[in-house]
């Protein structure tokens, strides 16, 4: 696919806010400094569309920018940032739950995870929450450029834990802002998936009927 416009739209603090728009969504989310904001620019080919920060966890609220006037790329809050209070941590949780169970518009999240490093805990326990909500993902492993001797022995590594913990898994990618791999991959896939229909499309009607949407359980994820 070629980028041929991309903008930042607007950043929603909750789910209520984000906005009403018919447009598929692809959401990127890692933990905190593993690279979505670079990933962002990388995709769209702008250096400077999303805040890359020397800071980890920068990214507060619930951004959108508007790619070739036809889809979003939605940039999350990163989770296990250390440097912010509990409160803080705690209500971008939950807007980001609520944005990942229920946005209709939303058609992939792409789980970004630092290549340089062997399974995470917090990526599993994430990933897991993820899949026991049947929210729909893939796996980006960034920053490829850094350690690339170690990069493939930790992709088989978490593709083995995925495995283990029954969880079936789905596409990788591999990335690097820096030698811009995986970039048209990335891009592809994207294309692949837009026309792909909104979740809960009977929800109108359910809710009229009896208030209440057929949605996975209301479950929160323990640690992120
Ligand atoms: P928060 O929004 O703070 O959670 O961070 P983020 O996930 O958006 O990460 P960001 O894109 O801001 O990148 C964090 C740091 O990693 C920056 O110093 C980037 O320059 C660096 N970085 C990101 N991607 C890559 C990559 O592919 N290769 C290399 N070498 N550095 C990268
Ligand atoms: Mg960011």
Redesign the pocket.
Known sequence: MKIQSARFEISAPDLASCPESALREFA?I?????????????LTGKRDL??????????RLINFFLVNEAWHLV?L??YG?AKTTKEQRADFNVAVADYLEERPNLVRVLV?IDSRLPPQRIDLEFINWLASCAVPFALVF?????QPAVVAANIAQFQKRLEDEGIAVPEIFT?????HKGRFEILDFIEQHLDEPLRFPDDEEEDAADGEADRPAETEPEQW
């Open positions: 990127l890692g933990r905190s400094n593993v690279g979505k904001s670079s990933l962002i620019n990388l999303a805040k890359v920060s020397v800071t980890p966890g920068k990214t940039d809050p990163g940032f970004l960034t920053k490829a450029d850094k990335s690097s802002a820096e030698t």
